[in-house]
């Protein structure tokens, strides 16, 4: 156990101050939303995901990996990837809707810079230091404002003027009751110590007994982002990492395994909720997508358009991103078609898509979120 001024971790939980003492209390939320990024980390192959079954180029571009695309029939054009079962009927149930030929603005296909892009919300890498969930903090309530990292850091998206805390299951054995006893009793009369103690151990009691896991199995994954969002007390924001989405080579079976994954989080985040799951949004998107032609080793390469994904009961009161759709401004999968002759040519802006979507379940003004959110977009 490493304690320190700023930076406390007790067996998994770590709770990073921004400026001074923060106050991370948690208090009950002024209202009931709630919203999940996951962040999907090495570029998720959208065109495996929601594939475009019905462009006439498909077939032949994908080779193999277009015998993936027998999953549920989204519209005439579309079909979604087998693993995502709990996807496709949150998709008939409107409460999932997928936009598909999106992109930021980063065109250089480079992981690390690609990832900074997105979380920052920046028109270049490295040009933000904060990210685009931390400063949309700044426009909720204070009690709408307790964030939460499943994450061993807090990752450059919600990094912002607003303290965040992360939980991260640990491999190490548990402090006992007696050793954080002790240590409560320690620190009861710091007064920078004691308020990040006290929130270190309360979010220690939310996770329960997950805590112990090792964070690879999508549905302990969820049920835990579900115990630490469901409490009167509990994060109102949350950002979940998953890697593994790199698929250079084997891709059909590797990706299955992460779509499966994925698909448990969702759902078991769904069932945890119960209820307030109407009243959620989760915004999963990647940092690029990969390319239209299937390499030498069965996989893909770095590309460029790929699909986000939104869930959530909130979306089944429509709106700019409404539940039982899949929006796209199709480009078409021939060769002259794509961009740069081998990527999915994005046509729309995944920021303006993920700030249509925040403004509409926050019921903020459109204009103010995207300045907010992407200044330079």
Do not use: C
Not at 21 to 44: E, H, S, W
Not at 326 to 343: E, K, Y
């Amino acid at each position: 156990m490493t304690l320190s001024r700023r930076h406390m971790l007790i067996s998994g939980l770590t709770v990073v101050a921004a400026g001074a003492v923060p106050r991370f209390a948690y208090a009950a939320a002024a209202t009931p939303r709630r919203l999940v990024f996951v962040i999907q980390r090495g570029a998720a192959d959208g065109l495996a995901i929601v594939a475009p079954t019905g462009d006439p180029a498909y077939a032949a571009a994908r080779g193999a990996l277009a015998e993936d695309g027998g999953g549920a029939s989204l519209n005439g054009l579309f079909t979604l990837h087998p693993a995502l079962a709990a996807g496709a009927d949150l998709y008939r149930a409107r409460q999932a809707h997928f936009a598909h030929a999106v992109a930021t603005a980063y065109r250089d296909r480079s992981h690390f810079d690609g990832q900074n892009v997105l979380e920052g919300g920046g028109s270049r890498p490295y040009e933000k230091s904060d990210g685009w969930v931390g400063r949309l903090l700044t426009l909720l309530p204070p009690a709408e404002r307790e964030a939460l990292a499943i994450a061993p850091a807090v990752p450059l998206a919600l990094r912002g003027s607003a303290p965040v805390a992360t939980y991260a299951p640990s491999r190490l054995p548990q402090a006992d009751a007696d050793l954080i006893a002790r240590l409560s009793a320690l620190y009861a009369d710091d007064a920078l110590l004691h308020p990040l103690w006290d929130s270190a151990v309360k979010t220690q009691e939310l996770a329960g007994d997950i805590g112990g896991n090792n964070g690879r199995n999508g549905a302990d994954l969820g049920k835990l982002a579900a115990s630490l969002m469901l409490p009167a007390d509990g994060a109102r924001v949350m950002m979940i990492e998953t890697g593994g989405w790199d698929t250079h080579s084997g891709q059909r079976g590797r990706l299955t395994a992460q779509l499966r994954g994925l698909d448990q989080l969702v759902g078991a985040l769904q069932v945890g909720l119960g209820a307030a799951w109407n009243d959620t949004l989760v915004v999963v998107a990647t940092e690029f997508g990969r390319t239209v032609a299937v390499n030498g080793t069965g996989g893909t390469d770095h590309g460029t358009g790929s699909a986000a994904m939104f869930f959530g009961g909130a979306l089944a009161g429509g709106g700019p991103v409404a539940g039982g759709m899949v929006s796209a401004d199709w480009p078409g999968l021939s060769a002259a078609n794509r961009l740069d002759g081998r990527d999915l040519k994005p046509t729309r802006s995944l920021e303006s898509v993920i700030g249509a979507a925040i403004a509409h379940h926050y019921a903020l003004d459109p204009a103010r979120v995207m300045q907010t959110l992407y200044p330079d977009a």
